[in-house]
Nanobody
């Protein structure tokens, strides 16, 4: 599995960014998603999407971030609106076959699956 992210950058609070991820080696059995990581903080699963379109969002981004998936192109997107300073982090695309007893967003938070090198998002207040 290979995942390559793009679209990060710097934006002022209240602004928007769109992240994209191109995946290879995955299929419909994978849940796809995004997590973010800041030095000294725990990894946080942000959003996931299954091949049937079922999505999950972290409480911290619900109503602001929207995840999308194009299975034909093997891509995953994350539209981030109304960004806040606390959204500053490195964002990683992830692909996971969710283990029993966990949700996809729990699985990627708990280091299951594969992930890319990430793209930096910096929000200034």
């Amino acid at each position: 599995v290979q995942l390559v992210e793009s679209g990060g950058g710097s934006v002022q609070a209240g602004g928007s960014l769109t992240l994209s991820c191109v995946a290879s080696g995955t299929d419909s059995s994978y849940s796809m998603g995004w997590f973010r990581q800041t030095p000294g903080k725990q990894r946080e699963g942000v959003a996931t999407v299954d091949s049937d379109g079922t999505t999950m969002n972290a409480d911290s981004v619900r109503g602001r971030f929207t995840i999308s998936r194009d299975s034909d192109k093997n891509t995953v997107g994350l539209q981030m609106n109304n960004l806040k300073a606390e959204d500053t982090a490195r964002y990683h695309c992830a692909a996971v076959k969710t283990p029993p007893g966990q949700t996809p967003i729990e699985a990627i938070s708990n280091f299951w699956g594969n992930w890319g090198q990430g793209t930096q998002v910096t929000v200034s207040s």
